[in-house]
């Protein structure tokens, strides 16, 4: 199993419409949880960091959920300039390393 | 905010020649740099962690021989590919952390 991941896509939805990715991780003792957007052949840059109160930004809101080892993210409102690869990113504090799901593609389309 | 700089952002280099890529920490120092590989429709996968002052740790898998990092100051990590192969081409990204992970631009590698 790896250690994080994700349903690679691509959803693909029209403009205004609301669309949620999951990303499960298997390390119960993961501690950082992000959500990263990584446009075509660019470096991922950072979307969101994931709190277990949950954190929304605007259109976007990020749930994690530690029983059940996942997160979530909510995109609401969809715009075209929304396509873009979203990364599932989880870390622990002892090692500092970051650990990359593959990666949901979302194409928004008018 | 906190600026990773990473050169060169593409090269292209002969089989069996030796390429090496850069990463800056530009306005914070970097006890740890990352660096990453990606190839196309894949995720990013961690190559080894570059320590300031000390020898790299690589990941399972990645030969330390073939892919040299020298990190010698505390803004400056180093990845040599040596020795590249046509299976080496590909995406590869340097990342340090303040409270956040920031990225370098990428380098796109292609051995011919």
């Known amino acids: 199993r790896k250690e994080v991941e994700q349903d690679p896509g691509p959803f693909n939805v029209p403009e205004g419409a609301t669309v949620a990715f999951n990303c499960t991780y298997s390390?119960?003792?993961?501690?950082?949880f992000f959500w990263y957007r990584q446009d075509c052949r660019k470096e991922p840059k950072l979307l969101m960091s994931?709190?277990?109160s949950g954190n929304e930004d605007g259109r976007f809101t990020a749930q994690l959920n530690r029983a059940s080892q996942y997160i979530s993210l909510l995109i609401r409102d969809s715009k075209l300039s929304d396509s873009a690869t979203y990364l599932c990113?989880?870390?622990?504090?002892?090692?500092?390393?970051?650990?990359f799901g593959t990666g949901t593609r979302l194409k928004v389309l008018a | 905010g906190a600026v990773v700089s990473q050169h060169p952002s593409w090269v292209i280099c002969k089989s069996g020649t030796s390429v090496k890529i850069e990463c800056r920490s530009l306005?914070?120092?970097?006890?740890?740099m990352f660096w990453y590989r990606q190839f196309p429709k894949q995720s990013l996968m961690l190559m080894a962690t570059s320590n300031e002052g000390s020898k790299a740790t690589y990941e399972q898998g990645v030969e330390k021989d073939k892919f040299l990092i020298n990190h010698a100051s505390l803004t400056l990590s180093t990845l040599t590919v040596t020795s590249a192969h046509p299976e080496d081409s590909s995406f590869y990204i340097c990342?340090?952390?303040?409270?956040?992970?920031?990225f370098g631009q990428g380098t796109r590698l292609t051995v011919v």
């Open positions: 306005d914070f120092q970097a006890t740890t």
């Open positions: 990342s340090a952390r303040s409270n956040e992970a920031f």
């Open positions: 994931v709190y277990s």
């Open positions: 990113v989880v870390g622990t504090t002892r090692t500092y390393k970051y650990i």
């Open positions: 390390n119960s003792a993961s501690q950082s």
